[in-house]
């Protein structure tokens, strides 16, 4: 059964200060990757996704998300952060090969807190 | 584009009794999910429809819960009987077809507080 762990539940940076927030699955096969952002009482908005082909995958806001396939390892990063990044964001995985669905599989999350 | 809508944003019930969230997903959009989020975890698949027939419904709590998506479009998630530990955000997802790494588009949630 697919897994994913989210080191750290909470980081805090300094506003300019590098975001690196860590994902790690575990799955059989390659599964579909994405990181989701959610602020306070909203839904949760995509940031960036890897299926297939590079994998260095850059998302909106900034973010950007390596695919290492040797370390099953999928981590968050952004240079500089801003205080608008502050908010709650999950790492997920979705099984190519599952043909009963293809519903995410959320890790506990990790909230990103950014001080001036 | 409108997003996926849900309905009430939040409610209060005590146990034994019954509720049931609406969701209204984007337009078109043939997948739609339902997921529980309790409080300091990431959201659980409970159910996932392809148009109006199930797909996925292994970790559903089929003694109190029940879904249904009428026509392929609008979908309720229903609870009978609550119990504390249902106390959640339930998040409504859509999606344009149940293929792997299509984005899921997520509602704002409602949040159950069961006492």
């Known amino acids: 059964a697919q897994s994913v762990t989210q080191l750290g539940s909470h980081v805090s940076v300094s506003e300019g200060a590098l975001v690196l927030l860590r994902c790690n699955y575990s799955s059989s096969v390659p599964p579909y990757l994405f990181w989701y952002v959610q602020y306070p009482n909203q839904g949760l908005q995509l940031l960036l996704k890897y299926t297939t082909g590079a994998t260095l995958v850059k998302g909106i806001n900034g973010f950007e998300a390596e695919f290492k396939k040797s370390e099953t390892s999928f981590h968050l990063t952004k240079p500089s952060a801003h205080m608008s990044d502050a908010a709650e964001y999950f790492c997920a995985v979705s099984d190519p090969a599952n043909q009963a669905g293809t519903a995410l599989i959320f890790g506990k999350g990790t909230t990103l807190s950014v001080s001036s | 584009e409108a997003g996926v809508a849900q309905s009430p944003r939040y409610k209060i019930i005590e146990k034994r009794q019954s509720v049931a969230f609406w969701c209204n997903p984007i337009?078109?959009?043939?997948?739609l999910y339902w997921y529980q989020q309790i409080l300091g975890q990431g959201p659980k698949l409970l159910i996932q429809f392809q148009n109006n027939g199930v797909v996925d419904d292994s970790q559903l709590p089929k003694d109190r819960f029940s879904a249904e998506r009428l026509k392929g479009v609008d979908s309720t998630l229903k609870i009978q009987p609550a119990k504390l530990e249902d106390s959640a955000v339930y998040l409504c997802?859509?999606?344009?077809?149940?293929?792997?790494?299509?984005?899921?588009?997520f509602g704002p949630g409602t949040r159950l507080t069961v006492t």
């Open positions: 997802a859509s999606s344009t077809q149940g293929v792997g790494g299509n984005e899921q588009y």
């Open positions: 337009s078109g959009h043939a997948t």
